[in-house]
């Protein structure tokens, strides 16, 4: 499967985005996909995911409220609705698929195909 990450910007504290990572190749139903941010000088983390088989969502704690994950089947595509956006949500941020159930609540290595990336800056 083929990811492209898209709807990354610069916006003001306290506004929204929302990301979209549209794949090519297969579809996303059979698939666990999650979104990943990196920043400067940090190590990538899981910022949400939404499981394969039945849809269940998973966030870390920094964004939980804010963000949200969902799926569109028929556009074949995931979004990250990012809400009440904050300086320190700044990164790069990616999506990522998995053909384990498990991979929500597993090692990112169990995310075996990667989108490009899209930058959020979050800066007055």
């Known amino acids: 499967v083929q990811l492209q990450a898209s709807g990354g910007g610069l916006v003001q504290p306290g506004r929204s985005l929302k990301l979209s990572c549209a794949a090519s190749g297969a579809s996303l139903r059979g698939y666990s996909v999650g979104w990943f941010r990196q920043a400067p000088g940090k190590e990538r983390e899981r910022v949400s995911c939404i499981r394969a088989s039945n849809s269940m969502t998973y966030s870390a704690d920094s964004v939980k409220g804010r963000f949200t994950i969902s799926r569109d089947v028929a556009k074949n595509t995931v979004y990250l609705q990012m809400n009440s956006l904050k300086p320190e949500d700044t990164a790069v941020y990616y999506c990522?698929?998995?053909?384990?159930?498990?991979?929500?609540?597993?090692?990112?290595?169990?995310?075996?195909?990667w989108g490009q990336g899209t930058q959020v800056t979050v800066s007055s």
């Open positions: 990522a698929t998995s053909r384990s159930v498990y991979a929500c609540s597993g090692s990112q290595t169990d995310f075996l195909s």
